[in-house]
T-cell receptor, first 118, second 110 residues
Framework: GAVVSQHPSRVICKSGTSVKIECRSL??????MFWYRQFPKQSLMLMATSNEGSKATYEQGVEKDKFLINHASLTLSTLTVTSAHPEDSSFYICSALGALGAENTEAFFGQGTRLTVV | QKEVEQDPGPLSVPEGAIVSLNCTYS??????FMWYRQYSRKGPELLMY????GNKEDGRFTAQVDKSSKYISLFIRDSQPSDSATYLC??????????FGRGTSLIVHP
């Protein structure tokens, strides 16, 4: 199946610093990528939809100036958590849309990034 | 009411048991139904997908969709400790963003 690589898998940073997370589709071109946040024992919460070459679409309640998304190529999207605070500590997961069948698309997920802000 | 409802569990079963995981939904426009498995601190991986109503079998896993009742199920036969994970249902209207359930935590104990 298609592979989505997410890096880093784990990061610890100091409060007030910025952290960049990369999401790459390794064997297919992804015009659309998604960024999710997941709290313990909770489902995936969609943060934003990233489209190659255009501005990301953020879900209600997600601060676009805090969570900067760049989708500069068909295989790479980045999420930068700016001025991170302890409450930003969470599991961040990206996914990329690929063809599942003639009409449907499947979301292939990265391995996730565990962010801890101290 | 959420679009997709899923009991978070945890569901604890002995090894070898048949496991039944379920989701209900409210949007009749959903046509594609998926089950993802997520191990702790990992990204979800697709297990199975089904289009419209009916059953689909893959090894020990069987997915069922009942669109009339807006109810989907995933059955796991001969469950193994390695099946212990969180199982998320997801559904979509086609080339749209999938909507996820909150996931059910499954524990299979030896």
């Amino acid at each position: 199946g298609a592979v989505v690589s997410q890096h880093p898998s784990r990061v610890i940073c100091k409060s007030g610093t910025s952290v960049k997370i990369e999401c790459r589709s390794l064997d297919f071109q992804a015009t659309t990528m998604f960024w999710y946040r997941q709290f313990p024992k909770q489902s995936l919460m969609l943060m934003a939809t990233s489209n190659e070459g255009s501005k990301a679409t953020y879900e209600q309640g997600v601060e676009k100036d805090k969570f900067l998304i760049n989708h500069a190529s068909l295989t790479l999207s980045t999420l930068t958590v700016t001025s991170a605070h302890p409450e930003d500590s969470s599991f961040y997961i990206c996914s990329a849309l690929g063809a599942l069948g003639a009409e449907n698309t499947e979301a292939f997920f990265g391995q996730g990034t565990r962010l801890t802000v101290v | 009411q959420k679009e997709v409802e899923q009991d978070p569990g945890p569901l604890s079963v002995p090894e070898g048991a048949i496991v039944s995981l379920n989701c209900t939904y409210s949007n009749s426009a959903f046509q594609y139904f998926m089950w993802y498995r997520q191990y702790s601190r990992k990204g979800p991986e697709l297990l199975m997908y089904t289009y419209s109503s009916g059953n689909k079998e893959d090894g020990r896993f069987t997915a069922q969709v009942d669109k009339s009742s807006k109810y989907i199920s995933l059955f796991i036969r001969d469950s193994q400790p390695s099946d212990s994970a969180t199982y998320l249902c997801a559904m979509s209207r086609g080339s749209y963003i999938p909507t996820f359930g909150r996931g059910t935590s499954l524990i299979v104990h030896p």
